[in-house]
């Protein structure tokens, strides 16, 4: 029973170390929330709201995935995306969807930065978009939404 009790503490700490996190709001104390509420409006499904001008584009929060080399941590690569959606509803249905296209998006990246990538090489954005592409199309529909990436860096240690 004490071991019981033992085990259910550490897998309750890992789980608040690891969801903790996702509970954390802006912080630093209010500096620059004017400016980030200029440029976008948070949703709540994990998504931002983008200014005029972006109306059909749905973008995501930036997702992250460690670079490995063998079994060592080597780098860390950096991914900023989103959706072209013309369609309203479409749009809408997709913002809902999103925590489920975010871990489908961030389970594709981790495999590629995990075993796939080698560090300190170029990575294949045609493999990323195109992985990236088809979960897009299995949880949308195909044809509704074109996935287009912003940003991909890598930085290596």
Partial sequence: MENFKLILIGIVSALLLVAGPAYAS???????KAKEKANSEPSAYGTKKMSSGAENFLQFYPTAATVFSGHTPAGLMHMEYGLDIKDQRIRDR?????PRLRDAYGRILAQYAGSLYTAGEVPDMQYLASRM????DR???????????????VRDH
């Fill in 26 to 32: 802006g912080g630093g104390g209010g500096h620059g």
């Fill in 94 to 98: 997709a913002a809902k969807l999103a």
């Fill in 133 to 136: 592409q088809g979960v897009t």
């Fill in 139 to 153: 949880i949308i529909g195909k044809g509704n939404a074109r996935f287009l990436v912003s940003t991909l860096m």
